[in-house]
């Protein structure tokens, strides 16, 4: 009966299963069974209870959320944190040997990654969010238990250790060419419950996910308004909900560099949001878009609309290379002055072999993001990006080693490079907090003079070998006037200047 059958959804998480109708059979017949099972289905998307108003405010305390010192950085349990990583995967709770893949990661001092909630199969291991029935065809009034458990699972592990994820909901590659003919339950000929004249969704999409032609990411009410196949795509986001709000170290982002309407993006940060507020939980969200340059119309609608967006994700700015990535990432800074936010970077690009730059590029990336003030910078899987390879875990160190002594929560970075002279582009960018503390950073070795005249007295002077995660010996150099820095060598670099009364009482 319903009741048994309420109380077995209830238990797994899924609808009930349906009959199992040759494909002939479904296709002519059934509507008033696919109403019944639909609403059964949605009913049985379990989600978190409303939450007790103590257990809010602990949560609330406690969450992923912007700093309320500074809110260009995010706090988490209650402290300013800064948000660095690498992974080898996009769809990290996959991947089979997750747990020391994070244990590896938090060796190192990272605390932040990207998942893609995507079950495409790229690697032979991935698993889907929907049941496939014995016949091959999915069955949206079904969950399949694995995925599932494999997120709760990657939540579980990076919550016991300090590690933020930033969830990407959507990702447009999923669903075109051979992996929306292949893999993809929403697919009408991949699944038992509607077909392309049901849908309005096509069979084939040849063109490359960027051109935006599956009517998938159309469904919204703003949009296509396509009922059918929206109460299937909110039951996905709500049972991804029931996990993830459970935890308080998620963050939400729409899509994976859309480039597809506004209103699809809004629409699921506010339903997201929405559902989150109905279990006395407040999240935090963004949208990814496609162009490389900042400057495009498309990134105005996070960068001006706080209301839809409480942080802005500029990864795609991670495609530019040296002094203009710079420049470009600082107007942004700027453009938001009035009511700050954090500017995430989820995916730096450049990696030896890779298409968007080499090895060089990428690490410059991440200092260049830290330097500039970003909440976050993560190194984007191979072989786009560096991933955890032996040079991001040096990297990750040496970020550490720096900010450990640097308050990078306080300092503000050289935007227009006006306190070093002598400098050629892209040779040295500096951040600090004037008259007590400042950090230069060599993307390989090079010779500039900072301006101290405002700085008095004198300063411990050290420098940190980047490559190499270790600190060289100290020196001693006089404020008041330019002070010149030689970094040691060619490479990465990084010099620290701290008034020596403060470095004696440390």
Known sequence: DMKQSLARMKHFGAGPKPADLPRSARRGAGLVLKIILSAAFLAAAVMTPAASAADADEYDTNRIKPWTANPRYWQYRGRPILLAGGSKDDNLFQIPDL???????????????????????????????????????YDLNRFNPEYWQRFETLLKLTGERGIVVQIEVWDRFDHARENWAQTSPFNPKNNVNYTAAESGLKEVISTHAGQNENRLFHTVPALDNNQLVLKYQQAQVDKMLSISLQYDHVLYCMDNETSGSAEWGKYWSEYIRAQAKKRGRTVETTEMWDPWDLADAMHRHTFDHPETYSFVDISQNNHQKGQAHWDNAQKQRLRIAAKPRPLNCVKIYGADGGRFG????????????????????????????????????????SLRLLTGR?????????????????????????????????????????????????????????????????????????????????????????ALLTPAAASAGN
């Open 99 to 137: 747990r020391a893949h994070l244990d590896l990661l938090a060796g190192v001092g990272g605390n932040y990654i990207r998942n893609t909630m995507s079950g495409r199969n790229d690697k032979g291991f991935e698993v889907q969010a929907f049941s496939k029935r014995p016949d091959g065809l």
């Open 406 to 494: 640097l308050d990078i929560f306080h300092s503000t970075p050289d935007a227009d490079n006006s306190l070093l002279a002598e400098r050629g582009p892209n040779e040295a960018y500096c951040t600090g907090i004037p008259g007590r503390q400042y950090a230069v950073y060599f993307p390989d070795g090079g010779s500039v003079r900072l301006d101290m005249t405002k700085a008095a007295g004198p300063w411990r002077l050290e420098w940190l070998d980047i490559a190499n995660s270790r600190w060289q010996g100290a020196r001693s150099v006089d404020g008041g006037s330019p002070v010149e820095l030689v970094a040691p060598a060619g490479g990465h670099w990084a």
């Open 358 to 397: 080499d090895t060089r590029d990428g690490l410059e990336r991440f200092w260049r993001n830290v330097f500039g003030g970003m909440a976050s910078a993560r190194f984007h899987r191979p072989d786009s990006g560096q991933g955890l390879n032996p040079a991001a875990q040096a990297h990750l160190k």
